[in-house]
């Protein structure tokens, strides 16, 4: 209600002109009368990890159906190299770091298939797990590697060995002695 004001009562089913409860409001610029249709239908997708929207996420759900739309990872088996490329398995392994972030975290934050739907290549999968997968799940798990390597494995991540011994410079004025936490912090 804080973004549409009345214009998200006005989508109702019940609350469209023609209907039983249907209700105008004044536009604010035109000062003109304005009224949803009884024939719009009104489709739209959320995704249910992005909890920025949380406020309108629950506004919606009071007002409207919802129908759930999970990863499906046996698509890709019709997709591109029937779902394989080389010896990997994109259905499985799509499946396995699902149901591994779904231990982790929940089944909201599940990777769709569309991320692999054009991979042809082992070269554009290294990219998709780069560009798109890591990122995603680094922002999931702020950060944290070692829920990061629960979900992907060792292979995946690797230590730099540039964060081993890193010498940092003394900042004068700044309290505090974190060198050795620095050097700790694996990166």
Same mark, same amino acid.
């Given at each position: 209600?804080?973004?549409?004001?009345?214009?998200?009562?006005?989508?109702?089913?019940?609350?469209?002109?023609?209907?039983?409860?249907?209700l105008?409001?004044?536009?604010p610029?035109?000062?003109?009368?304005?009224?949803?249709? @009884?024939?719009?239908?009104? !489709?739209? *997708?959320m +995704?249910?990890?992005?909890?920025?929207?949380?406020?309108? &996420?629950? %506004?919606?759900?009071?007002?409207?159906?919802?129908?759930?739309?999970?990863?499906?990872?046996?698509?890709?088996?019709?997709?591109?190299?029937?779902?394989?490329?080389?010896?990997? @398995?994109?259905?499985?392994? !799509?499946? *396995?770091? +699902?149901?591994?972030?779904?231990?982790?975290?929940?089944? &909201?934050h %599940?990777?769709?298939?569309?991320?692999?739907?054009?991979?042809?290549?082992?070269?554009?999968?290294?990219?998709?797990?780069?560009?798109?997968?890591?990122?995603?799940?680094?922002?999931?798990?702020?950060?944290? !590697?070692?829920?990061?390597?629960?979900?992907?494995?060792?292979?995946?991540?690797?230590?730099?060995?540039a964060?081993?011994?890193?010498?940092m410079?003394?900042?004068?004025?700044?309290?505090?002695?974190?060198?050795?936490?620095?050097?700790?912090k694996?990166?």
């Amino acid at each position: 209600s804080q973004i549409f004001g009345e214009l998200i009562t006005l989508i109702e089913d019940d609350k469209r002109s023609g209907r039983r409860e249907a209700l105008k409001i004044k536009l604010p610029y035109s000062k003109e009368d304005f009224s949803v249709p @009884d024939n719009i239908h009104i !489709l739209g *997708t959320m +995704n249910t990890a992005d909890r920025s929207v949380e406020a309108l &996420d629950s %506004a919606l759900r009071r007002r409207f159906s919802f129908v759930e739309m999970p990863s499906k990872p046996g698509l890709l088996s019709k997709a591109v190299n029937k779902g394989a490329i080389d010896d990997i @398995d994109l259905v499985q392994l !799509l499946k *396995t770091i +699902n149901l591994r972030i779904s231990k982790l975290i929940d089944s &909201d934050h %599940a990777i769709g298939h569309s991320y692999f739907f054009n991979v042809i290549s082992k070269e554009g999968l290294i990219n998709v797990f780069k560009d798109k997968v890591i990122p995603l799940l680094e922002e999931y798990f702020f950060g944290d !590697l070692g829920k990061l390597g629960m979900v992907l494995g060792k292979s995946f991540i690797k230590e730099s060995s540039a964060s081993i011994n890193i010498k940092m410079k003394a900042f004068e004025g700044y309290a505090g002695n974190y060198s050795d936490d620095i050097n700790d912090k694996k990166v």
